[in-house]
């Protein structure tokens, strides 16, 4: 039994900042990654960024050098923070896991970005 918990959504003007945080729990064992993708009405669901066991990031073009990932392994934790927001990113951000063998999603957290 794992659950993601996530939050930090909002409704913020363009230009703004808002932190997304994700925390796993239960049956955890070795995390592989920790990320989240977004989805608005009508598209399919996309990678936002990924932070993996190594350390290593992934980043999608059109966040990069805006929004940065984070973890707290210790924590089963991920954070993503997200500047320059623009209303492009609007959409709802699920937190993503994988562990060994399996994949996890997190129940969603709604980002608006509009003056």
């Known amino acids: 039994q794992v659950q993601l918990v996530e939050s930090g959504g909002g409704l913020v003007q363009p230009g703004g900042s808002l932190r997304l945080s994700c925390a796993a729990s239960?049956?955890?064992?070795?995390?592989?990654?920790m990320g989240w993708y977004r989805q608005a009405p009508g598209n399919q669901r996309e990678l936002v960024a990924l932070?993996?066991?190594?350390?290593?990031?992934n980043y999608a073009d059109s966040v990069r050098g805006r929004f940065t990932i984070s973890r707290d392994n210790a924590m089963n934790t991920a954070y993503l923070q997200m500047n320059g927001l623009k209303p492009e990113d609007t959409a709802a951000y699920f937190c993503?896991?994988?562990?060994?063998?399996?994949?996890?999603w997190g129940q969603g957290t709604q980002v608006t970005v509009s003056s």
């Open positions: 239960g049956s955890i064992s070795t995390i592989y990654g």
């Open positions: 932070i993996m066991r190594t350390g290593v990031t």
């Open positions: 993503y896991l994988r562990l060994f063998g399996q994949d996890y």
